[in-house]
Every structure is written in C-alpha cells, then in structure tokens.
C-alpha cells in the first residue's frame, strides 16, 4: 500500500508541474444573423473544404428532452447542433506525428443560439491543443485548427 501512495504523489507532482493547459480551449466567432441560414452556410462550409459530416448533434433538443430528469427547465438555446467530421489528410498527419492525436478525431463544430437572444448566431471549435506534443504533433494540429478557424468564419460570413 506505501508504493502506491507514493506512485500517487509522484502522478500528482507531475501533473502539477506540467504545463498549463490553453487559456482559451474554446473558438467562439457570432454575428446577428438567421440560425438556419448560418447553420446551413456551415454545412456548406464543411462540405466544401471536401469534408463528409458524420453526425449531426440535436444539442438543444437533447437539453430540453432530459432537463426534468435533472432536475432543470431553464431553457438555454433556441438552437444548437454540432457537426463532426474529419479530414482524411489532416487526421492522418496529425496521427503519424503522434498517435495519441487520435482523441482529436472526429473534429466538431456547433452553432447555436441563445433562448434570450436568438438573433445573434454562434459558431464555435474546441481548439485542437496539446501542450506535451511534439514540434511535429502541434504543428499538425495548428492546421487542423485553422481548418476549424476557416470553417466557422466561413460560415458566418466574417473574414480573417
């Protein structure tokens, strides 16, 4: 039992002294703008860049399905769904730099809007980061993130 307490105390000094995770972990862009109307430009977006959408998240719709079973009826979107999808080149280059870039894969994109404010429109990424990768695996990742970058800026019609 007292090496297994120690190994503990090694795991936790280690994890103490690696670095900080990102500041900024989430993408977020918005504009006053039509949910359906962004959402559909994102569609495009994704589909333009070559790219199949796997799956298509019902996010809002699943909130207000279980609230009750949680205890909560707060609404919080009018609409919000996700899209994943991957890019068979970005993944695979990402991978061979590090195999664990596997937990990046399928990449997500949502779009929502606020039940207190339908008419502003939000596209947001969570930002692929890993602050323990290679120069080869954050490299990779960089571009995945500016695919993620172009696609929602695309999608709301903002430029660089």
């Known amino acids: 039992m007292p090496a297994r307490r120690l190994i503990l105390a090694a795991a936790m000094a280690f ?4 670095p900080a995770s990102d500041p900024h972990p989430v993408v977020t862009y918005s504009a006053q703008a039509n949910f359906e109307e962004v959402r559909d430009d994102l569609k495009l977006a994704i589909q333009g860049k070559g790219l199949v959408i796997d799956h298509e998240s019902q996010i809002h719709r ?14 919080l979107y009018a609409e919000a769904q996700a899209f994943t999808f991957c890019s068979a080149r970005l993944s695979r280059q990402t991978m061979e730099a590090d195999p664990a870039n596997v937990a990046m894969c399928p990449y997500a994109i949502t779009v929502y ?5 339908p008419g502003r429109v939000y596209v947001s990424f969570r930002r692929p980061w890993r602050p323990d990768g290679s120069a080869a695996s954050k490299a990779a990742l960089k571009e995945v993130e500016a695919l993620l970058d172009a696609i929602a800026r695309e999608a709301l019609g903002l430029k660089k």
């Open 15 to 18: 994890a103490a002294a690696a």
């Open 62 to 75: 699943m909130l207000e399905r279980t609230g009750k079973d949680v205890g909560s009826t707060r609404k």
């Open 113 to 117: 809007a606020l039940a207190v404010n």
